[in-house]
């Protein structure tokens, strides 16, 4: 259930001294205790910590490192919620009564992987965890409404967001009266390790906008937001979809708008498959379809988040720079599709220009730009679409810029940059060269 009045910031949690957390029938500082906690940070936090049940410095030290990774107060006591914590991040539950949540409470058991982690790992920690509470909420069979789910749902919010129930304004029914999926989004990624790379909140559109300022901004965070026709999702993005007729697409995007974001942990041949937190009222398994090239095809989807390689090297930017220079709208100095489609394979950025007439020599404008990891094939497909629109190709030229050993990123950049610095304006006929899905599997 859904209710779009209330907002997060007034959601009301119960008290961490309430039923929901997780307990000890034994002392914090017995030895046993101490010994469990010392093997568990040195599991979680990869550490070598002398296992001798003795509360020392180091050990101190250790336990206030991993309370400030969990987002909890680093007061150096391992209490219920840091023994929960623990848990949640890959410990095993002590074996003496402590009061440890049920198998089928149990979180996913994943490991925190330390700063710096690749992002191939950091993706696979992403999917794993995912899928740890799609089978903790029984493939989507367990309901918020289950009183079970309670404290699952209380460490969304508290750990995902870090909106302290304190702070919350009382509303019964708190559990679904609040849309929890943002929530969820963030539980998993801070649990997964990404970090201050991502914008912890209670908001996808939150989120999706910082993912896309980064990329704007080109800055060193490898969190960036896409168009559905620039990325290909991968195992570990994000992929959102607007909900609510909210209209939000990626350039019209702002905050508060009401949007939902889903975990893709699969990609199979025409389908996705995303993980995602209150979808029918649970965390379950969606299908999105895509087509051969692998790009999403579902109407309301409008962004990929995702971690991945796009940034470029001094070579690659000074590729990028070369082609910056002014190009004339009207030129006759082009190719002839034919000669395109026989020079040797290059990726790289090409413009469609169109027979103008007017003057005593052709003249051509440029229409469309577009990039391509093997120039010749691209435009052999497009010569294709024209032939069969019976469209003369004589009626057309083309202009290459050559971009050896470029790859996605740079193609995208550059891409983005021609038509940028010419205008969009100029490109008068972008949707006569849209090519048939069918045709993409040809590059």
């Given at each position: ?8 910031d ?17 002392s ?11 093997a ?10 002398v ?5 020392g ?29 623990l ?32 992002i ?20 989507g ?6 009183i079970?789910?309670r ?22 029914s ?27 909140s209670?908001?996808h ?14 800055n ?7 168009r ?39 990609v199979q041949?025409?389908t ?23 790009f999403?095809?579902k ?21 990028v720079?070369?082609?910056?220079d ?10 002839s599709?034919?000669e395109?489609?026989?020079?040797a394979p ?17 003249n051509?404008?440029r ?38 050993g ?19 304006h100029t490109?008068?006929?972008q ?5 048939p ?7």
């Amino acid at each position: 259930m859904r209710m779009s009045r209330f907002s997060a910031d007034q959601l009301y949690v119960p008290s961490p001294t309430s039923q929901y957390e997780v307990g000890s029938t034994y002392s914090r500082k017995s030895v046993p205790n101490i010994r469990w906690v010392q093997a568990s940070l040195n599991r979680i936090l990869g550490l070598r910590l002398v296992v001798d049940g003795i509360m020392g410095p180091r050990t101190r030290d250790a336990v206030r490192r991993f309370q400030n990774m969990a987002g909890i107060a680093t007061d150096g006591v391992v209490g219920a919620r840091t023994k929960a914590a623990l848990i949640r991040a890959g410990a095993q539950p002590p074996k003496a009564g402590a009061g440890s949540t049920s198998a089928s409470m149990a979180p996913a058991q994943a490991v925190l992987p330390a700063p710096g982690t690749p992002i191939s790992a950091l993706a696979k920690s992403i999917r794993s965890i995912a899928l740890g509470e799609l089978q903790r909420w029984g493939n989507g069979s367990m309901k918020e409404s289950d009183i079970r789910m309670r404290p699952v749902l209380y460490d969304y919010w508290l750990i995902g967001t870090g909106l302290k129930p304190e702070t919350l304004t009382h509303l019964p029914s708190w559990w679904s009266a609040v849309p929890w999926s943002a929530a969820f989004i963030s539980w998993v990624m801070r649990h997964a390790g990404a970090g201050n790379t991502f914008k912890y909140s209670p908001s996808h559109s939150v989120y999706t906008l910082a993912a896309k300022q980064n990329r704007i901004t080109n800055n060193a965070n490898p969190l960036k937001a896409f168009r559905l026709s620039e990325a290909r999702p991968q195992v570990g993005d994000i992929v959102c979809r607007r909900r609510a007729g909210s209209g939000a697409t990626y350039d019209n995007l702002t905050a508060g708008m009401p949007t939902h974001c889903d975990i893709v942990v699969a990609v199979q041949p025409g389908t996705l498959i995303t993980v995602g937190g209150n979808v029918r009222d649970s965390v379950s398994s969606t299908r999105v379809p895509i087509d051969s090239e692998g790009f999403i095809q579902k109407p309301g989807y409008f962004a990929v988040l995702s971690y991945r390689d796009t940034t470029i090297t001094e070579n690659e930017r000074f590729m990028v720079e070369e082609i910056s220079d002014e190009l004339p709208v009207y030129t006759t100095d082009l190719l002839s599709f034919e000669e395109v489609i026989k020079s040797a394979p290059a990726p790289g950025i090409y413009e469609i220009y169109q027979r103008s007439s007017g003057g005593s020599l052709p003249n051509f404008k440029r229409i469309y730009v577009g990039k391509a990891r093997s120039l010749p094939q691209r435009l052999q497909q497009h010569a294709w679409c024209l032939t069969h629109l019976n469209i003369p190709l004589s009626f057309y030229r083309v202009r290459l810029r050559k971009m050896s050993g470029a790859n996605d990123a740079v193609l995208r950049v550059a891409e983005r940059k021609v038509i940028d610095h010419h205008g969009r304006h100029t490109l008068t006929n972008q949707r006569e060269f849209e090519l048939p899905g069918e045709l993409w599997g040809w590059e």
